[in-house]
């Protein structure tokens, strides 16, 4: 059951709102050394292009640092500096972006987290508190180890560090590699603090391994109403991570633009080349928003009680097949002129819905 979202406070990534009952918004992260402005500028566009609200860029030394404020001019979408070990590119960082990730178990000492908190503060840019299973402050790993408790406190006291500072343009990321730990980590501290989480998986791996734990880790918990923004994180696949975000958002419910497609399983009575026609289906709708559920069925067993639930569809036959919208057969059409003519209604359907 898809229970109501938790209500957090509301911070904002240059004009895109995180939390507060906003949208949850969608981020990747560039795989370019920051510093090639003209790289990261088109991986950037590439992200914005494909649906992403948001973009975290590494600032791994001095030159991605001063490289900032001009990549800030010319990108699509708001940046993200992500910080690790030395606070003065957070600080340099903090002149020109919209948003600071630090990892508080590698920052250094209580002074530089302050020194970032001030000039976060002076700006009014969020900080995100990503706390890793993997790098914890050596307090909480040594009495914990990398477990969901020793997450949830290690987020608790850098949470408490920046509400000392006067800083509470915060959000919280608890990010394990595994389903459980993530899963655990993320519910144990939403009942205690009212601050957006960033959700995701870390380290997920390639396509296959990182798309089934999201879709385990990040569907659950949305489900529960834990999540304000998130990021699928896929070893060097920038569109994809944004497609499987925006399916899991759809599917887990929270996000109801776009085109649902329900296509039946390959088996011996498949009459037409179903495989072939869903991806035609899947490739030509991708850029449809309107919420619609579009069924391609490749027999007669599911076809016609699937049609009657779908908006539309498409019941194949024997190397023909029927259009059926709205519950009511359109055409009967052989199986090499179908497609175009369900493209077209498709998109029909979809202009007509989005003008009522």
């Known amino acids: 059951m898809l229970k109501p979202r938790y209500k957090t406070k509301q911070i904002f990534i240059g004009n895109v709102p995180i939390g507060g009952g906003a949208p949850i918004s969608v981020q990747s992260m560039t795989f370019t050394k920051t510093a090639d402005i003209e790289a990261t500028k088109k991986q950037i566009d590439r992200l914005h292009f494909a649906g992403a609200d948001i973009v975290r860029v590494a600032v791994s030394d001095k030159n991605d640092a001063n490289a900032l404020s001009e990549l800030k001019k010319v990108s699509s979408l708001p940046i993200v500096a992500d910080i690790h070990f030395r606070h003065r590119f957070a600080l340099i960082a903090a002149e020109s972006v919209d948003g600071i990730r630090i990892n508080p178990g590698n920052i250094g000492t209580k002074d530089r987290i302050k020194a970032v908190a001030e000039a976060c503060n002076q700006r009014n840019l969020p900080i995100r508190i990503g706390?890793?299973?993997?790098?914890?402050?050596k307090q909480f790993d040594k009495k914990y180890g990398p477990t969901p408790k020793g997450m949830v406190e290690s987020a608790l006291y850098n949470i408490k560090l920046l509400e000392d500072f006067g800083f509470e343009n915060i959000k919280v990321s608890l990010?394990?590699?595994d389903v459980e730990r993530t899963i655990e980590a993320y519910k144990m501290l939403r009942p205690l603090v009212d601050y957006p989480f960033h959700l995701g998986v870390t380290e997920a791996g390639t396509i296959f391994h990182?798309?089934?734990k999201s879709s385990m880790a990040l569907g659950n918990l949305l489900m529960d109403g834990i999540g304000d923004t998130m990021r699928i994180s896929i070893t060097g696949e920038l569109e994809e991570e944004v497609k499987v975000a925006r399916a899991i958002l759809r599917y887990?419910?929270?996000q109801k633009d776009g085109i649902t497609i329900i296509s039946c399983p390959t088996c011996g009575r498949i009459e037409a080349n179903l495989v072939d026609a869903v991806k035609e289906v899947e490739k030509r709708l991708a850029h449809i928003k309107t919420p619609l559920n579009v069924s391609v069925m490749g027999c007669a067993v599911n076809a016609l009680g699937e049609a009657k639930h779908a908006d539309i569809a498409i019941a194949f036959g024997n190397h023909e097949g029927l259009?059926?919208?709205?519950?009511?057969?359109l055409c009967k059409l052989p199986e090499n002129k179908i497609l175009e003519v369900f493209i077209t209604e498709v998109e029909k359907l979809a202009l007509m819905r989005s003008e009522h």
Do not use: D, P
């Open 323 to 329: 259009i059926i919208k709205e519950g009511e057969i």
């Open 252 to 254: 887990s419910g929270r």
């Open 175 to 177: 990010k394990a590699s």
């Open 210 to 212: 990182s798309t089934i």
């Open 131 to 137: 706390v890793n299973s993997g790098s914890l402050e």
